[in-house]
């Protein structure tokens, strides 16, 4: 059974930072990074390749989130800079089988439960 687990969540204000964390027992997966505001469908945010090499975000993202990997230790970071009201949802890691990001939902196999970032005006 894969583990995929975020941690980083919290509560900031408008403009700060955040850094969300994901692991994921077992190998290497492209990772993901998806949110849903309240009331909302789940949304794509970042995504990122097996190999680090090719990352895609979302509008909404360009510009203010980076995702970044660190293979050795199976782990994606998600920096979160500028945070606006917007951002405020609950995000979600993922990891899919195979070597190139995804930006679809439906192409990941294994989810965590979610941290929750508000972001406060």
């Known amino acids: 059974q894969v583990r995929v687990v975020e941690s980083g969540g919290g509560l900031v204000q408008a403009g700060d930072s955040l850094r969300l964390s994901c692991a994921a027992s077992?190998?290497?997966?492209?990772m993901g990074w998806f949110r849903q505001a309240p009331g909302k469908e789940r949304e794509f945010v970042a995504a990122?390749?097996?190999?680090?090499?090719?990352?895609y975000y979302a509008d909404s993202a360009k510009g203010r989130f980076t995702i970044s990997r660190d293979i050795a230790k199976n782990t994606v970071l998600l920096q979160m800079d500028s945070m606006k009201p917007e951002d405020t949802a609950v995000y979600y890691c993922?990891?899919?089988?195979?070597?190139?990001?995804?930006?679809?939902?439906?192409?990941?196999?294994?989810w965590g439960r979610g941290t929750r970032v508000t972001v406060s005006s």
């Open positions: 990122i390749s097996w190999g680090g090499d090719s990352t």
């Open positions: 993922a990891a899919g089988e195979g070597l190139s990001a995804k930006v679809n939902a439906h192409e990941y196999d294994y």
């Open positions: 077992g190998r290497t997966y492209a």
